[in-house]
């Protein structure tokens, strides 16, 4: 028989991510590292982390990579790959991270159209943090700093990046996926895929943003979270490409 | 020799990091420093550079972050309140071990202050650029030509050390013109040769086994956090040994001494000029490297002569002569002559305060 | 031999540009030392601008001192805050077209020019400052006046060198104003 | 003889389930049996079910799941 | 006769303000003081100054004044506004400060619906330090840090403000307008009334961008810069009301 | 007497500044001080308080610098690195003299450091929090009712001076559980009286006749930047004499004192007391307000008699051992017991190296 | 007589020249005369013409022009 | 006297809530001065946690230390971990169930208790760690078996009262395990 579905070379041999079960940061770095070697790149990627559960990564990445500064990876991606064009760079952040303490560097880097990729991972919350709050945040979900629940008169209503950055020119790629079941996953693994063909075709700024779940800080089951985010988390965020240049 | 050249600061010292190698800058406009990335803004592109203006000082700071991580060599340059704003970054640039060149053009504070010069960031500079204790060394120079010299060393010491290097300037250094005369430009094939040492870039692994992770201590998990800092320690102690450098003008038979650095360090040798002329036996301790402190240069000093030294500087309260002081530790009398706010301080003044500690001649 | 200067007036009245005459000329055309700086007010028009100029045989120690050699004043708000800062013997070049408080000193020499007036009639109110940098080298002769007018040329020239006949004019009529100033 | 084979790296398994309720041929569960990290991980319970189909290795976030077909 | 225009109670009596001669950050600075006159609010107004030429207002309007650090308006403002409920709270700030350095803040705040009022001053450039690039720059324009014209691959597009906000729910009042002719300045007042009443009302978050000019940095007469923001400017960034709930 | 509550350091600190009065908090996540906002996010409604998340630690601690111009007692926390991107707006507030309490659970560093405590922040929190040259009252608890009580009293500290107040704390206080004695909630008509006295909030002229201008250093055209550095000089003199606050324990007759602040302060005297009971002479000096540094508990020390001082902090390289040996100025051998990144320092250690600079008995 | 007038606060005109072009009965302009700071501030040349429409006070961005209307 | 216990397994093991137990019961209904200190790895779930509790009749110097009286363990990782940790003449609780490597030292007082298991038995797994804690007041007697379950009831059942039962019988269980084991 032969193989037909496997681990990609970015991940460590025999590694098992720090991820909490049935969170799909997980799922991204198995797809991001799938595209990556089917593009043979994975020994000429940088990969910049945010700060958040992202980080994990680090010990289950098997390329380069730089731990940025809390919501400045855009930023480090902006000058890392104009001084090293080769390099396939890619971001890979939070939404507490892309979306609030990073948002000025997030719609700059967008806004020159640097041509660099963002995995933005949207799970409503901060999760290596303990579940705070996040700009994503749902209307009426109680985190542990909005514990009476998200209130649109004080605390304003989910940000939506993909519609925001879809404002701009430069962008010329960006789309919204999930991982909440096997037809999104193919279908988020080919949007990761034509994010990195603009890169390396050098058309610009890409940006694929996954909604996805966060068991612990949900306080689901993984089971519940799958259904939490198809039922619900979609309806605020729908999913689709937004740009493709 | 190099024609002398008549240069504004901010430029001398940006043609000066061109000529270094410096092919990455990314800064924000802030007065008394626009000159610089306007000046990289121009020369950039026909040296194959890239000049990022940044979206704000803490953007700008983390694109030399990433730049250095490439293996460019680096700038990035502000002004005061946003070298604050930098402070994360560079303090990251500290744990990730990353060799970057950062001026500050200090203007008034604290705050926004004035747009006019100071020396109010010596604290910040010396001992505190962000949090978690790290160490830059930081050079500071008296005029055109040592801030041209100090920009072009300055990135060879950064390499050196893999470590960030701080200029400690004015926004007087930054504003005046004076002659130069620039170093020779690095060549493509010197500056390829200088990348290619650098084996942490994170460009890929390319065949390589092991994956590069650009880092400060606490995230790395193949080393401690304090093995770290104990390393970094280490490297910090060495300097204080080899990378001390200041002036001694006229000590020998010197009854009195003036101690100053930056602008400040060049109005003090004229004052001690004018002084001799006058008859006082005055001497000048003028440090060059600001961090590490030029501790030596005082335990030096012959204190059985000596009346006492006069430390100047453009701060108030004082800083740098809290260093004097905490130096001289109660051997001789340490007295001061501060000015702020834009005032650059008086020759006249620092003369008279000089002659009042000396006494009779 | 160290001598200072002061220029001072309205941003856009050609401050700067007087003090950077007499820096590259002695940078470029003789052996001294000489240091420039500028001053500008928060504001981008209308606020006041300055500059130091310090030219010496030795290397420059102090290139701002409160007290100079020449002060070069061209409004009236530079009057104010300048008045005092010309040392006993130096001198004190006004632009009296528009300078009309003049300070009541007399250990200083105190050159009137009327230099606003002087370009107007060449034909270009922006050469004033060319007025005034000729009256201060014919008082001060602290630099070669052909050497000053060759870096007008130069520098002034290379972006527009059909300014070089009027900006000659503008010198020469300030230089001979300010040779007949000069105290025997 | 089934159609396809799934191999489990157990020791990454984190028990989400995500595969389990995924496989449209019901192979797979789990047991007792827990890894080193205390999770009760994925078996294939009744293997010569198995479409190759991938469909539990897609959906599966930690890649526990290899997956082999004949004649793919 | 009867006084039928005059400056407001809001500038010192007598003052001559800092700006360049035609620079509209002066017509902004009067109309707001007239809006303010008119609402009976001149006692009870702190503005948040961002930093830039409107800087140069502390010493010419005689109202209750923060001066921010750069960029950080907003987040000032939303703090202001919570614990002094009853003043008229308004930040003025221009396009370096608000869209490039104050991004986060900005969109953040507009993101919360806090009930202040922004006014913004965009010139296209860095007015006060000297005209480098602002994010609001046109293609093509030289400035002292896109010396070779603003480039869209190097430098991206300009950033629209208001339709960047306007993706977001929480904002109450969106408009743009200009001070470029006569009609135009009393549209521009109107909007400005409009959004300090949506304020009163506890409406949320209200966004004046004033389209404007920088005679000096942009190296025209200020007769030229009228023309050029009619002929130029506005095509780039069009006027009108953008949200008005 | 009030009863004891078990109570996590973080909540404790918090639950005192509200009951110190305090109406604002604006913070952003950070380990080890989520359980701060995270309290203030629950317990701020029920005081009619205001709480924000604000969209990162730039804009919280420029939210603070908002309420404190309303005249609203407010604080802001933060760990390490959020306290660098917070340090130009902490410039900002020492240069327009606003009174706000800032907190820092000191985190490893540089850079993000690890989650684990530490005090690598001293050097920044007592000598540069930021440009400009300012000085803030910094208070270092070293157990949970020592913070409460601190907490408590920054508020009246930063209000008294009308300047910044920073609590020192570390990540091992802020996560530790320890009973607590909680302070007296100031009522709302108290609250309203201090709100009152604060004519600088720009809440409007309200019939006043000058506008009120909130601003540093160099923007106020009223008074000259050097007047006002030389102000607030003037107030940092005044707080060597006045706001000096240290702990001495069994310094009679010690020969040798032991030396720590925070976390550290406890456990070093915990080990004076095992040493003590081993027939040692030691004693301790335990700073509380560390900055101004308790140069005099130093002075006071009877240099004839003490064999060395030992100086313990979890920082590598050391930064409280410096001014220790600047106070100590040579009189004595100062040595340091050291650690770093997330270890506090193990009190076997401490008295191993106490042991050893003690010798014979 | 005129139905309006113009009242200017010379010391605060910069000779921007807006009022002078915007007037719609070209009422205003400059002479040789410069204020304090040197601009050549504008004056009410045809006074006699002022329609007290307030177009000028309306465009000057500095606030120099107060204008009054008969019977308003 | 002073007391010092680790308590030391994965995220979720309910490590926090045996040390928040005993430190609770020493600060609501003794005398005695208690800190707890809990550390958490940065993963959020299948991370190691641990605690730090003192209790002591004077005020406590050193709220974590290296060496303890009592460590609690509750995974392989952690025996890994601080199997070291104990001081001679103290105990290791171990939870069997799950934790095979026993460290060989004769020194310390070695509990096994099969606290997953009787966890699993009693109908909630959960209740493992009130196994574990009974098992230490059993053996080492730091504070009055009653009080502890009290606090048990008050913290515990305040969310959920139908736990109470089944983590008394979790408790006694362990309480009984504890005392059989004590070195006489
Ligand atoms: C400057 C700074 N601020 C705050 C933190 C603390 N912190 C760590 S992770 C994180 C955010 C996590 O949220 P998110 O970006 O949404 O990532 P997630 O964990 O949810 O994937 C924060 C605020 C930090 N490390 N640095
Ligand atoms: C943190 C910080 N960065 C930079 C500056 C310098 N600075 C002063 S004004 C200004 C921007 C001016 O541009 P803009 O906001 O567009 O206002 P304008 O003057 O054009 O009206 C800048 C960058 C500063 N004061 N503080
Ligand atoms: S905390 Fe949430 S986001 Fe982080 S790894 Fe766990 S489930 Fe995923
Ligand atoms: S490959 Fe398909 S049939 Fe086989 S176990 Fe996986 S999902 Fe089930
Ligand atoms: S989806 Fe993967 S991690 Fe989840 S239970 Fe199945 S094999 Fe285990
Ligand atoms: S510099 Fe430009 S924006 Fe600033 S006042 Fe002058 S014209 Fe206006
Ligand atoms: S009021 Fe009307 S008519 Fe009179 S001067 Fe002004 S614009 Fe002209
Ligand atoms: S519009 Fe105003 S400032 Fe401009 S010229 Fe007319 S009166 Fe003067
Ligand atoms: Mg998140
Ligand atoms: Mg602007």
Known sequence: ????????????????????????????????????????????????????????????????????????ACAIASAFKRCAPETLVFTYQGDG?????????????????????????????????????APTTLVGTKTTTSPYGRDPGEHGYPIHMCELLSQLSAPAYIARVTCADVPNVRKAKAAVKKAFEYQLAGKGFSFVEFVTNCPTNWGMSPLETLDYVRDTVLNEFPLGEFRAK | MA????????????????????????GYPITPQNEVPEYFARRMPSVKGVFIQGESEVASANMVYGAAASGVRCMTSSSSCGISLKSEAISFMAGARLPVVLANFQRGGPGIGTIQPAQQDYNQATKASGNGGFRMLVLSPSDLQEAVD???????????????????????????????????AKTDEELDAIRATKTYATTGKKGGKQHKVICGPGLDTRVSQEEMNRRDAKMYEGWETDEIDYEEFLIDDAELILTAYGITGRIAKSAVKLLRAEGYKVGLIRPRTIYPFSKVAFD??????????????MAIPEQFSTDVKTAVCGRTKVETALSSGGNILDRGYIIEQAKKLYGDK | MEKSIIVA???????MVIGQLFSYTACETTDKYVTFFPSYGAEQRGGTANCYVVISDEPVGAPK???????????????????????????LFINSTIVKNVPDRDDIN??????????QELGNPKCMNLVMAGAVIGESEILPADNVLQTAFKKLGAKRPEMNPINEKAFNRGLAIGKAAKKQ | MAKGKVEIYSEACKSCRYCVITCPKNVLGTTEAVNQKGYQYVVALRPEDCIGCAMCATICPDGVITVYREGA
């Open chain 3, 110 to 119: 105190i050159v009137h020019v009327d230099a606003g007036n002087i370009a």
């Open chain 3, 9 to 15: 007036g309205f941003g856009g009245q050609g401050v």
């Open chain 1, 1 to 72: 028989m032969e193989k037909i579905y496997s681990r990609a070379s970015g991940i460590f041999e025999g590694a098992v991510s720090g991820f909490c079960p049935g969170c799909m940061h997980s799922t991204i770095c198995k797809i991001v590292t799938q595209v990556i070697d089917e593009l043979n790149m994975t020994d000429h990627t940088c990969f910049i982390q945010g700060v958040g559960c992202c980080g994990l990564s680090i010990t289950y990445l098997d390329m380069d990579t730089i731990s940025a500064p809390h919501g400045r």
């Open chain 2, 3 to 26: 024609e002398k050249i008549f240069m504004k600061g901010c430029e001398a010292v940006s043609e000066s990091a061109i000529r270094a190698g410096c092919r990455f800058f990314a």
């Open chain 2, 150 to 184: 100090m920009t072009y060393r300055a990135f060879d010491l950064a390499d050196k050390y893999q470590n960030p290097v701080m200029l400690l300037l004015d926004g007087f250094t930054g504003a005046m013109m004076e002659p130069v005369i620039l170093p020779e």
């Open chain 1, 97 to 133: 991270d892309l979306a609030s303490i990073g948002l000025a560097e997030t719609i700059s880097a967008a806004n020159r159209g640097e041509n660099f990729t963002v995995i933005f991972v949207n799970n409503g919350t901060y999760g290596m943090t303990g579940g705070q709050m």
């Open chain 3, 65 to 91: 001192v409160e007290k100079v050699d020449y002060l070069v004043v061209l409004n009236e708000p530079s009057m104010q805050r300048f008045k005092d800062a010309v040392l006993p013997g130096g001198t």
């Open chain 2, 300 to 313: 030096n000093l012959d204190y059985g002569k000596i009346r006492g030294i006069l430390s100047a500087e």
